[in-house]
């Protein structure tokens, strides 16, 4: 039985239990709690599945599992597929479930992030969950909606309410 597949791979549950296999019904629980759409549960699944047979295939155990693993995954992942925008996320909150449960232990280091960057986050999980963009899409928009945020506010609070029609007009010109 498949939870995901792509143009590209599947994962299958009828493959060995890696580490993660024992939370993934917790952690799918959460997301419909949080109210995640259908698909991005799946993709969250299988990304997550897909992570547990890399684990397993490395013979890591949950106690090395934290952000720089996810980042090292990814990595690897992306030499052969193309990794969704929101990857890292779906990896985050799964840091944040496996935390919350006292199975992983908290960060070494808290990373270092702006508001522009939580925005920027909520844009792409928006765009690829809403709209169903393409990741090539969203990092066109994310690369310009940054450029404007940034000009607009420079390094300071990010107030939409400021925003006017002004600005949104200046927005449509450096994306044309």
Not at 136 to 164: A, D
Request: with cysteine.
């Amino acid at each position: 039985m498949q939870i995901y597949s792509d143009a590209h791979s599947a994962v299958s549950l009828r493959q060995p239990d890696g580490p993660l296999f024992p939370y993934l019904s917790g952690f799918s629980a959460t997301l419909h709690g949080q109210g995640y759409a259908e698909v991005s549960i799946t993709f969250k699944l299988w990304l997550v599945r897909a992570l547990d047979q890399w684990m397993r295939g490395r013979r890591l155990e949950m106690k090395s599992l934290s952000e720089g693993l996810t980042q090292q995954f990814l990595r690897d992942r992306g030499k052969r597929y193309s990794i969704q925008v929101s990857a890292c996320a779906a990896l985050r909150s799964l840091l944040a479930y496996l935390r919350e449960i006292k199975v992983v232990g908290p960060p070494i280091c808290q990373p270092v992030t702006r508001p522009i960057d939580h925005l920027q986050e909520s844009f792409a999980q928006h765009w690829v969950e809403q709209r169903g963009l393409r990741p090539k899409s969203v990092k066109q928009y994310l690369f310009h909606t940054r450029r404007f945020l940034s000009g607009r506010f420079g390094h300071g609070e990010l107030s939409l309410r400021e925003l006017n029609s002004r600005d949104l007009n200046g927005l449509g010109l450096c994306c044309a």
